[in-house]
């Protein structure tokens, strides 16, 4: 059975930091792109950026709102994928999701507020 | 960025009715296009790949539809556990967008 586990989310004051983690199994990590999604309260759902398998080149892309401030990286070795959040803003607020595109993880809510 | 514009923004509808759902591209995504379902609280659920393919799993009453830049969801029979809000999502280039979503909800 496929799982993607979402932790690290919480409460950040803006301009703070805070990295996701997010643990896969039931399948072979390491040949999968993974990505991450977001959905601020009451809102649809928003892409955030993308990393590529090691194959591929392990290469990140982000959307306009999060490029220069997060970074999305993986390790293979230990079936994770994360998200480093740097620079919040309060616009940053919603549930984070892992997924491959077929799988998606529970989510972990980041909330940025003073 | 392609802009997915999704229709309608919510529908009420009776179970056993059909429903439609349509998403218009701003440009030309092939069939790089897939449709989600998500109930509160819940993460979204994939029910169709690549634009008419349906997700393994998924009761058959879902179908999807389209090429281009126009696709749609339909739900032959409606029933208590489809009402919920359906996005789509397209591929085709880099950065995947979603359509705004639709809210199915009981009339």
């Known amino acids: 059975e496929v799982q993607l586990v979402e932790s690290g989310g919480g409460l950040v004051k803006p301009g703070g930091s805070l990295r996701l983690s997010c643990a896969g199994s039931?399948?072979?990590?390491?040949?999968?792109?993974m990505s991450w999604v977001r959905q601020a309260p009451g809102k649809g759902l928003e892409w955030v950026g993308r990393?590529?398998?090691?194959?591929?080149?392990?290469?990140?892309d982000y959307t306009a709102p999060v490029n220069g401030r997060f970074t999305i990286s993986r390790d293979d070795s230990k079936n994770t994928l994360y998200l480093q959040m740097n620079s919040l803003k309060t616009e940053d607020t919603a549930v984070y999701y892992c997924?491959?595109?077929?799988?998606w993880g529970q989510g972990t809510l980041v909330t940025v507020s003073s | 960025d392609i802009q997915m514009t999704q229709s309608p923004s919510s529908l009420s509808a009776s179970v056993g009715d059909r429903v439609t759902i349509t998403c218009r591209a701003s440009?030309?995504?092939?069939?790089?296009l897939g449709w989600y379902q998500q109930k509160p609280g819940k993460a979204p659920k994939r029910l169709i790949y690549a634009a008419s393919s349906l997700q393994s799993g998924v009761p058959s009453r879902f179908s999807g539809s389209g090429s281009g830049t126009e696709f749609t969801l339909t739900i032959s029979s409606l029933q208590p556990e489809d009402f919920a809000t359906y996005y789509c999502?397209?591929?085709?280039?880099?950065?995947?967008?979603f359509g705004q979503g639709t809210k199915v909800e009981i009339k």
């Open positions: 039931g399948f072979t990590f390491s040949n999968v792109w």
């Open positions: 997924t491959t595109i077929k799988y």
């Open positions: 440009q030309g995504i092939r069939n790089d």
């Open positions: 990393i590529k398998s090691k194959s591929d080149g392990e290469t990140a």
């Open positions: 999502l397209q591929q085709n280039s880099f950065p995947p967008t």
